[in-house]
C-alpha cells in the first residue's frame, strides 16, 4: 500500500489549506485512514482520523475541533484534510496514514512521506 501526501504549504494565520492523500495498492473502502503532523522538537501526533466507508465516524484532537475536517473519497482512494483558520502553531509535517487490522495481506499500518505546512502570524 502507497500512500501519496500533497496539498502543503505556506499560508499565513487565519488561511485555509486542504491535504490530499491518495492511496494505491490496497482496498481502501475498509482502511481507517488518519492523519498526524509533528512539529520540530516535538512528538508525533494524531490531528483527526475516519473510519472505514462502511462506518466513516471521525476523531479529531482538541486543538482543531470545529476547524479542520477529514473526509474520504472511496472512489479516488484518497483522504482529504481540510485546515481553516489555521493558527502559527499548526505549523508541522503532516502525514497520513492507513490502517487495516482485519485478515489479509495488506494487515498493518502504512504511512505517506509528509507535507510541509507552514503558518505564518
Known amino acids: 500500500v502507497q500512500l501519496q501526501a500533497s496539498g502543503g504549504g505556506l499560508v499565513q494565520a487565519g488561511g485555509s489549506l486542504r491535504l490530499s492523500c491518495a492511496a494505491s495498492?490496497?482496498?481502501?473502502?475498509?482502511?481507517?485512514m488518519g492523519w498526524f503532523r509533528q512539529a520540530p522538537g516535538k512528538e508525533r501526533e494524531r490531528v483527526a482520523a475516519?473510519?472505514?466507508?462502511?462506518?466513516?465516524?471521525?476523531y479529531y484532537a482538541d486543538s482543531v475541533k470545529g476547524r479542520f475536517t477529514i473526509s474520504r473519497d472511496d472512489a479516488k482512494e484518497t483522504v482529504y484534510l481540510q485546515m481553516n483558520s489555521l493558527k502559527p502553531e499548526d505549523t508541522a509535517v503532516y502525514y497520513c496514514?492507513?490502517?487495516?487490522?482485519?485478515?489479509?495481506?495488506?494487515?498493518?499500518?502504512?504511512w505517506g512521506q509528509g507535507t510541509q505546512v507552514t503558518v505564518s502570524s
Open positions: 496514514n492507513a490502517e487495516w487490522t482485519g485478515k489479509g495481506w495488506d494487515r498493518g499500518v502504512y
Open positions: 495498492g490496497g482496498t481502501f473502502s475498509r482502511y481507517s
Open positions: 475516519i473510519s472505514w466507508s462502511g462506518d466513516g465516524s471521525t
